[in-house]
């Protein structure tokens, strides 16, 4: 492996008649000697105007929070992105950034809320959207003594809905492989009708054992989300005595994403996250753990 | 005191000769006779290079820049890049810069006079209150010249990804 270069881009000061030379002569040395590090930085980084698929086969799981749901497996995972000038596509998220600087971006986005995802256990009931059956909204009391003596699970509460968020981020780059993210947003599908905000700073770490990107974040969800997805009511088919009213929650998270190149197209990837719940939302009669955790271990082809 | 008229002079032959000068590993410190002679404002502003080419992606540049100025009269002058003051001439009709300069396509190098009051009984520039953006800073000076140092890139154009990648859930 090379040294760490600070600045791995090659520049050279030409005239408008040496600049016409330059682009009919080969690559240079210098390019074509590609550094990990060169290439860990393009990682961060897309060419405009290109779509970029990748996808991962391996085995991943996320463990179960959910009363009634075993943990979430998945065999196959996608990594598709698309940035225009503004526009951008990346992973559900669509957005346009409505400022960008050197070391920073303001955009507005619009995502997919994956709170629901924690009552499937099944990945196409998370990938349509059907996370569970669930019970009717009508209260069902059995006709012996009311009501079963059932906790909270996935088996007889109400459905709840997947959501759209949308909001604003700032996105900051103070240094090299450094990133730290702002994001405030709003549910505008009118299911939980609540908010959240994150904070979140990762730092990448080119290794000769492949790329390391360390991540941490704290995420606040309002009341209202909170108590959409994981409060009792009467909406549920429990026993009065199980009612819960969620309550806003901070959930701090680490992540830890590896990637080891293989060739131009292949890696072998992995990561794994661990969060935090809140009490907010680990007390819910529903919830089971008060932290989840989620990891990938596979490997990578870019099409 | 304010020029109403500024001429930037960046003809490819100042860039070329520049280039000759690299190979050389001596950049040009002032501009050819015949350039200075064809400064008929009255102020003059050369800028080498204001051009880079970047073989990769990111593209950035980093570069020994030569500035020069001349004005019909004296004047306190100040040079600065990126709001970072890098020079500055106290009663001076001309003045010259060489020094490495990194950008990144969007920076201003902008040569501005101060008022006398303006400055120290040291005759230094007291320094104004940090702007919140590159314009109000702008807007804040009294330009004598201004250009911005741009780059040619030979590859598509990319940008920092805003997403975590393999982030679905």
């Known amino acids: ?303 | 005191m304010r020029y109403s008229l500024i001429t930037i002079l960046a003809a490819a032959t100042l860039i070329a000769s520049n280039a000759l000068a690299k190979q050389q590993d001596v950049p040009l410190p002032h501009p050819q006779v015949d350039e200075l002679l064809e400064c008929t404002e009255p102020f003059c502003l050369w800028v080498q290079p204001q051009i880079c080419v970047a073989e990769n992606a990111p593209a950035v540049c980093k570069e020994t820049v030569s500035v020069n100025w001349r004005s019909e009269e004296p004047l306190n002058a100040y040079l600065a890049f990126d709001e970072q003051v890098l020079a500055c001439w106290q009663t001076q009709a001309n003045g010259s810069w060489l020094g490495e300069l990194t950008w990144f396509g969007d920076e201003i190098l902008v040569l501005f006079t101060v008022d006398e009051s303006d400055l120290t009984a040291e005759g230094e520039w007291r320094e104004r209150p940090r702007r919140t953006s590159r314009q109000q800073f702008l807007n804040s000076l009294d330009v004598l010249a201004s250009t911005e140092m741009q780059i040619q890139s030979l590859f598509p154009k990319a940008r920092r990804r805003l997403g975590s990648p393999w982030s679905v859930f």
């Not at chain 1, 109400?158 to 780059?173: C, E, H, L, T, V």
């Not at chain 1, 005595?241 to 293989?262: K, T």
């Open chain 1, 1 to 303: 492996m090379s040294a760490i270069h600070a600045m791995p881009t090659v520049y050279r000061t030409l005239s408008a008649v040496a600049l016409a030379t330059c682009l009919c002569l080969p690559a240079s040395a210098e390019e074509a000697n590609t550094s990990f590090v060169e290439d860990f930085n393009e990682q961060l980084k897309v060419f405009i105007n290109e779509l970029n698929i990748r996808v991962a086969m391996g085995y991943g799981e996320r463990s179960s929070i959910v009363r009634g749901t075993d943990p979430l497996s998945f065999y196959v995972l996608p990594d598709v992105s698309y940035y225009g000038e503004r526009f951008f596509f990346d992973n559900g998220m669509v957005g346009y950034s409505l400022k960008q600087g050197r070391r920073h971006e303001v955009s507005l986005f619009t995502k997919l809320n994956t709170e629901f995802s924690f009552f499937t256990d099944s990945i196409t009931g998370y990938w349509f959207g059907d996370a569970y059956s669930g019970v009717s909204s009508f209260r069902n009391p059995s006709p012996s003594d009311g009501w079963e003596d059932e906790p909270p699970s996935v088996d007889n509460i109400a459905k709840r809905s997947w959501a759209i968020d949308a909001g604003i981020r700032g996105d900051y780059y103070p240094a090299d492989y450094t990133h730290i993210g702002v994001v405030l947003s709003q549910d505008i599908r009118n299911k939980h009708r609540g908010q959240w905000a994150s904070v979140m700073v990762s730092q990448g770490v080119p290794t000769a054992l492949g790329n390391f990107n360390f991540k941490g974040e704290l995420t606040y969800k309002s009341q209202d989300l909170v108590d959409y997805y994981y409060g009792v009511s009467s909406r549920d088919n429990v026993a009065p005595n199980y009612y819960y009213r969620g309550r806003s929650v901070v959930q701090p998270a680490l992540s830890v994403h590896w990637q080891y190149p293989l060739s131009d197209r292949l890696s072998i990837v992995g990561s794994g996250r661990y969060m935090w719940l809140g009490d907010g939302v680990a007390d819910s009669p529903l919830i089971t753990k008060d932290t989840t955790t989620t990891f990938f271990l596979g490997v990578s082809y870019a099409l």
